[in-house]
């Protein structure tokens, strides 16, 4: 099995969650990949932190990523992600739409989504979740 580790998964990971750390040990990193999405994010966070976090962090996450596959948003992914949005505004579901690119990845690409945030993304059809942070 694959699995698309998000953003609070490898934030968790950085933080030294040995439940996390234990998985993706266990699984190994040619099962794993990391959405352009996530990456996005966790840039953006780690940028706007503090001097001292922000370097470290940005090294940390550099050098994972060059251990870990990307996975692009491309078109099928996009589509996926529009029809999931369109779903979920119909049943007053809404999610950020970065969460919604990051599913719509998981799904196009037969994944399954690695989050802490079960509740967040189990209204989303045909998405697979596991939580590894307990």
């Known amino acids: 099995m694959n699995y698309l580790l998000d953003t609070n998964i490898i934030s968790y990971y950085f933080r030294g969650n040995t439940n ?4 993706i040990l266990n ?4 099962n ?38 990307m996975v692009d948003l491309d078109r099928k ?7 999931i949005k369109a779903l979920l505004v119909k049943s007053g579901n809404v999610i950020e739409d970065t969460d919604l690119l990051i599913a719509g990845t998981a799904v196009a690409n037969g994944l399954t989504l690695v989050t802490n945030n079960t ?9 697979k979740i596991q939580d590894w942070s307990k």
Do not use: C, W
Request: charge should be positive; proline fraction near 2%; avoid cysteine.
């Open 119 to 127: 509740k967040h993304f189990e209204r989303i059809p045909n998405l």
């Open 32 to 69: 794993l990949f990391v959405s352009n999405i996530t990456y996005f994010e966790l840039v953006a966070g780690y940028t706007n932190s503090n001097s001292d976090y922000r370097d470290k962090s940005l090294k940390l996450l550099d050098e994972f990523m060059d251990l870990i596959q």
């Open 27 to 30: 699984i190994g990193l040619k």
């Open 20 to 23: 996390i750390q234990a998985k």
């Open 77 to 83: 992914s996009a589509k996926h992600s529009g029809q």
